[in-house]
């Protein structure tokens, strides 16, 4: 049997592929050979051979054993490569496509396990159609997309993105998706009515410009950025000529999806899935490219929520997020998994005054109401994480208000992280005393300034880069250190988990859900020293029979009384009413009884704080 074999030599040049670890397949049959031995017989002879040598493998007896068999072998050769991954391209890992050339078989057993899982660059697409082909489609799970922007020249480096960069970037990037589902749909089409669909899941891992890690200077590709950037004083033409603000000059520049309605619809795709990139996503695209998956099972979508110096910019972001989910959420039928994202990074600076991020005419948050309306009544939805800066909006319309439409029916878990910050620009935490609090001074006008490169003449923008300053930057978004809130402000945060218990209470499969955010706490590592750290706070509830994950079962509280309902209040000194306990009491009962398990546990105390400990009392000494 012959093969293309430069066809398969580019496919190791433009895909990347990962064999994680696999299962054992059991088998009824009796086998004559076991396929670990035989597996050590092809690693001898690999070690033996080039790689493009064949390997000479006695195959007679290999010949009758069933195509399972050598799946079974193929997986095993698999899981061997994946840990010897840290020497790149060399041993069996560099080898493994050479046994597809053996037989039929083989070619399928190691066809089977290269096409599982590849890694993809938009650049590369006419190499993968043309090699992603026949029964390799079928074996294809995962692609791990990567999105290639255009390049620039070296002396746009100096200044920040303006509207044409972002133009021409959101170009490359709707024509990179646009490429890749056009290929996708046409292999659906191909087999529609004939077999059944493709399950294949989509990740966006990666987004760049080969430009961005360029150094000014030598050419060079760098690593990392310049550790600190200050502005260039005035008639210092040298340090002009050299600035470079490499990842800074695109950090307020978000991806957008260009024409959403005209991407290509994909039946195949069952999961997609956005990461937290260098070149960040508006937070809307995410949802748009999933208005085109209609048989989208799971979707796992990382948002970037961190911009504090300019507000204008992440309010209309979050608007237009809240629009997106309102238009293509209720479309998503099949979505049984979801998780939405939106990082922001944990808030050290107590004095800081957050920005309001509610309408105007409403003083309602728009993304928290939308998220509970669009996902309340997918009958499909059982699991559900959100995370952000969120209110008591995303569980229930008003505090006032009576029961609405039953909404979540069907989900099983329910997990909620919250920010310290609430989006109508307050705290869900207060300094002990009014004595300890500390109220910075409020920058006049400063949350109408739109950032860089958005309005401005080039003239500003270029006088902007020259002035910019990642300390100052540093102090007008907040991340300068003054810890003085420690305890819950209860009238920020007692509505907030009663909202929260209302709508457990209304749903009938939930299993486990958490209401939780983080906070900073004081470690006391010697007498003379203490220093901050994190710290989970929230409550929990757990039904009859239902387990937390691995990470909460650290602590010996959260594996007990397994059989009966139970609710977790990790929320260190402070005490909640019993009018907040009766409503968390609720969750659970008309299902499970009156029986309950509440306990008041401390996470950071029983698994945290040892580990702390030890770390920095090392680092210490």
Not at 484 to 509: H, K, N, S, Y
Not at 525 to 530: C, K, L
Not at 569 to 580: A, E, F, N, R, Y
Request: proline content about 7%; hydrophobic content about 35%; aromatic content about 8%.
């Amino acid at each position: 049997m012959q093969h293309t074999g430069r066809q398969d030599d580019a496919l190791e040049n433009t895909v990347t592929c990962r064999f994680p670890a696999r299962p054992t397949l059991h088998l009824q049959e009796k086998l004559k050979y076991h396929p670990m031995c035989l597996l050590q017989t092809l690693l001898r002879t690999l070690h033996t051979r080039s790689v493009t040598t064949t390997p000479r493998i006695h195959h007679r007896n290999m010949d009758h054993l069933p195509q399972e068999i050598h799946n079974e072998i193929g997986a095993l050769f698999a899981d061997v490569s994946e840990s010897w991954r840290t020497v790149p391209r060399s041993g069996p890992a560099a080898r493994r496509h050479t046994l597809a050339t053996i037989s039929r078989p083989w070619q399928e057993a190691i066809e089977r396990q290269t096409f599982r899982q590849l890694r993809l660059r938009s650049t590369d697409l006419d190499g993968f159609e043309k090699i992603v082909r026949g029964s390799r489609r079928r074996y294809l799970g995962t692609i791990f997309y990567t999105i290639v922007l255009p390049e620039y020249d070296a002396d746009a480096r100096c200044r920040f993105e303006r509207e044409p960069d972002r133009r021409a970037n959101d170009k490359a990037f709707t024509k990179a998706l646009s490429n890749l589902f056009g290929i996708l749909k046409a292999w659906g089409d191909e087999i529609v009515g004939k077999e059944h669909p493709y399950c294949i899941q989509l990740e966006i891992e990666a987004i760049y410009s080969p430009s961005d890690d360029q150094n000014l200077n030598t050419g060079l590709r760098v690593p990392g950025r310049v550790i600190r950037l200050e502005p260039v004083e005035p008639g210092n033409e040298d340090d002009a000529a050299h600035r470079d603000l490499q990842d800074r000059r695109f950090q307020y520049s978000y991806l957008t999806l260009l024409r959403p309605e005209e991407l290509p619809v994909v039946t195949s795709l069952v999961a997609f899935t956005t990461r937290t990139t260098k070149r960040p996503l508006a937070p809307k695209t995410a949802i748009d490219i999933a208005a085109k998956l209609p048989n989208l099972r799971k979707g796992s979508w990382f948002m970037s929520d961190t911009e504090r110096r300019y507000p204008v910019l992440r309010r209309s972001q979050r608007h237009e997020l809240a629009n997106s989910i309102q238009k293509a959420l209720p479309g998503s039928a099949g979505l049984r998994t979801l998780e939405v994202c939106m990082r922001q990074e944990l808030l050290w600076n107590h004095a800081w005054h957050p920005a309001d991020l509610t309408c105007a005419d409403t003083a309602s948050d728009p993304l928290c109401g939308a998220i509970r309306e669009t996902t309340g009544g997918l009958k499909a939805l059982t699991n559900l994480t959100v995370t952000g800066c969120l209110d008591q909006s995303l569980f229930w319309p008003s505090p006032a208000a009576p029961l609405p439409e039953p909404f979540w029916q069907n989900l099983e878990c329910l997990d909620v992280q919250l920010d310290m910050t609430t989006p109508s620009g307050g705290w869900y935490f207060k300094a002990r005393t009014p004595a300890e609090h500390i109220d910075a001074p409020v920058t006049v006008g400063s949350d109408a300034l739109p950032p860089p490169g958005y309005g401005y003449s080039e003239e500003e923008d270029i006088i902007a880069a020259f002035q910019y300053s990642d300390s100052e930057n540093q102090r007008r978004s907040g991340d300068s250190m003054c810890l003085f809130r420690w305890v819950p402000d209860e009238t920020t945060i007692v509505p907030l988990i009663e909202a929260f218990g209302r709508a457990c209470a209304q749903m009938p499969a939930l299993r486990i859900a958490s209401l939780t955010t983080t906070i900073q706490v004081p470690l006391q590592v010697h007498q003379w020293r203490s220093v901050p750290v994190r710290s989970p706070w929230g409550v929990s509830y757990a039904a009859p029979r239902a387990e937390f994950s691995r990470q909460w079962q650290l602590d010996p509280a959260f594996r007990e009384n397994l059989h009966q309902r139970r609710i977790f209040w990790d929320v260190k000194d402070w005490l909640p009413g019993s009018h907040l306990r009766r409503v968390m009491s609720e969750i659970g009962r008309d299902r499970y009884g009156d029986e309950l398990v509440e306990k008041h546990v401390d996470f950071w105390a029983a698994v945290m704080k040892p580990r702390e400990l030890a770390r920095l009392r090392c680092s210490y000494w």
